[in-house]
T-cell receptor, first 113, second 113 residues
Framework: DGGITQSPKYLFRKEGQNVTLSCEQNLNHDAMYWYRQDPGQGLRLIYYSQIVNDFQKGDIAEGYSVSREKKESFPLTVTSAQKNPTAFYLC????????????FGDGTRLSIL | EDKVVQSPLSLVVHEGDTVTLNCSYEVTNFRSLLWYKQEKKAPTFLFMLTSSGIEKKSGRLSSILDKKELFSILNITATQTGDSAIYLCAVAGYGGATNKLIFGTGTLLAVQP
């Protein structure tokens, strides 16, 4: 079945550590996105990518980095510079940039030890 | 600043009740409005609305858009416990670098037996 796979489901980070969240899609979509979801707030865009080897900052990119070396993969690294990383992270894709709807993965919940 | 506001923030009903969820928006260069259902993990796509006054329907769920008054409603009739979820409204606009989705904070619906 086509879809978006995020791993791991749960992740714990010690302060000062970088961690990488995986996102893989087999929908043959060009565009991919990373969102952060906090209680009481809507989804906020971290980074997005329209095509391989291209990505752009979203609204809250500070403390995060991404890469897009393959069409299927869009990993997100949460760096030690992100001061409040505890959140639910959602990866999404769409057939092209701006195309709707976006389809979402099951998310990764990141917590700080 | 673009924004999407959902109401109520939360709602508790009994099985069989009918509920109406609201979404108002102020978004530059409106393109489409989307509704998602989020249970414990991935938001799943429900509807995409682009034209005023045309109801979209899927089973017990229906939605309509009013582009003049800048709002949408999501109706759920004969609610079931499986309808318990967060319902997210998002608006896509044209222009800018992202053509991104702007999300509301969601409405938490709890359906009691």
């Amino acid at each position: 079945d086509g879809g978006i796979t995020q791993s791991p489901k749960y992740l714990f980070r010690k302060e000062g550590q970088n961690v990488t969240l995986s996102c893989e899609q087999n929908l043959n979509h060009d565009a991919m996105y990373w969102y952060r979801q906090d209680p009481g707030q809507g989804l906020r865009l971290i980074y997005y990518s329209q095509i391989v080897n291209d990505f752009q900052k979203g609204d809250i990119a500070e403390g995060y980095s991404v890469s897009r070396e393959k069409k299927e993969s869009f990993p997100l690294t949460v760096t030690s510079a992100q001061k409040n990383p505890t959140a639910f992270y959602l990866c999404a894709s769409s057939i092209r940039q701006g195309g709707q709807p976006q389809h979402f993965g099951d998310g990764t919940r990141l917590s700080i030890l | 600043e673009d924004k999407v506001v959902q109401s109520p923030l939360s709602l508790v009903v009994h099985e069989g009740d009918t509920v109406t969820l609201n979404c108002s928006y102020e978004v530059t260069n409106f393109r489409s409005l989307l509704w998602y259902k989020q249970e414990k993990k991935a938001p799943t796509f429900l509807f995409m609305l682009t034209s005023s006054g045309i109801e979209k329907k899927s089973g017990r769920l229906s939605s309509i858009l009013d582009k003049k008054e800048l709002f949408s409603i999501l109706n759920i009739t004969a609610t079931q416990t499986g309808d318990s979820a967060i319902y997210l409204c998002a608006v896509a606009g044209y222009g800018g670098a992202t053509n991104k989705l702007i999300f509301g904070t969601g409405t938490l619906l709890a359906v009691q037996p």
